[in-house]
Nanobody
């Protein structure tokens, strides 16, 4: 059974930083595409970024240069380092996994069958 558990959310002032973690279990973690998504109230769940089994990464334009995705295969954990946070980054952040080896793609929420419970990130102005 695949399980994803996010942590690290919270309240931060604009310009600050947070690091989210997503611990995975129940699957061979290192080869698969891991995505970070976010959903603000009344809005759709949008991609923040993806890290692929190849090690490559995709970032949404809105977070390029500010957010970084990394993974620690020994810990079965993927991270989202968020710097220079803005009030518009406020959302519930989710990690997701697709059991597919890929080098690109899979940037839509519908591409992912397995999700964590989400963690709230609030950025105050």
């Amino acid at each position: 059974q695949v399980q994803l558990v996010e942590s690290g959310g919270g309240l931060v002032q604009a310009g600050g930083s947070l690091r989210l973690s997503c611990a995975a279990s129940g699957l061979p973690f290192s080869s698969y595409a891991m995505g970070w998504f976010r959903q603000a109230p009344g809005k759709e769940r949008d991609v923040v970024g993806v890290i692929y089994g190849s090690g490559g990464r995709y970032y949404a334009d809105s977070v390029k240069g500010r957010f970084t995705i990394s993974r620690d295969n020994a810990k079965n954990t993927v991270y989202l380092q968020m710097n220079s946070l803005k009030p518009e980054d406020t959302a519930v952040y989710y990690c997701a996994v697709r059991s597919t080896y890929a080098t690109n793609g899979y940037v839509n929420a519908n591409d992912y069958p397995n999700w964590g419970q989400g963690t709230q990130v609030t950025v105050s102005s």
